[in-house]
């Protein structure tokens, strides 16, 4: 017996066979020259964790990718923390060394290293029961070619925390400089 679920081509899959499935695309935003990337009212019950994917080419300006929870008011703009350290080369020299951490709360958090406007950056990150009250945490990985003209070859992994009392119900993505041209997908892990 094949393992669920178990396609055939031209059969209806039953409800029994479609909960067997893990992961389920939920959004995928296609964007020119942002500035944000906005994912509202998503989070839902039926997922206990969600992954966002990118990959984009930062064209106006080098620079990084950071992350802010969304409620029903807008933008939640406080209370992260985070820390992700990895290798890179500057100016030819390879490294291997702690990037950047906040242990202060900040208004946003790091996600990953961005890209020039000729060379693309990629990455994902995954978090946990964002729906529920409270602390949310949340771990990612992300590579680019050149972030900047002597940093290159950037590889980066970590994780952020986010104390709110807030429903959260989305998230919104953003560079620190600059507009990002990419594809950025959410997912979410089914219960």
């Not at 009212?41 to 990959?55: K, P, Q």
Request: glycine share 10%; aromatic share 14%.
């Amino acid at each position: 017996m094949p393992t669920p679920p178990d396609f055939s081509a031209g059969s209806a899959l039953t409800a029994a066979q479609m909960d067997k499935i893990g992961l389920w695309l939920i959004e995928t935003k296609d964007v020119t020259a942002a500035a944000t990337i906005d994912f509202t009212s998503v989070f839902s019950t039926d997922y206990r964790g969600y992954l966002i994917e990118w990959n984009y080419t930062q064209n106006t300006s080098a620079g990084s990718l950071y992350f802010q929870f969304r409620d029903a008011s807008g933008v939640i703009a406080s209370n992260y923390t985070w820390a992700y350290g990895g290798s890179y080369t500057s100016s030819g020299t390879p490294f291997f060394a702690s990037f950047s951490y906040q242990t202060t709360a900040q208004t946003t958090c790091y996600l990953g290293t961005g890209a020039t406007a000729t060379n693309k950056a990629s990455g994902r990150f995954e978090f946990w029961n964002p729906q529920d009250s409270g602390v949310v945490y949340g771990a990612g990985q992300g590579v680019s070619l050149n972030n900047t003209a002597t940093l290159t070859y950037v590889s980066i992994s970590g994780g952020i925390i986010h104390n709110a009392t807030a429903t959260r119900t989305g998230i919104r993505l953003l560079p620190d400089a600059g507009t990002v041209t990419g594809k950025f997908s959410l997912y979410g892990f089914r219960n």
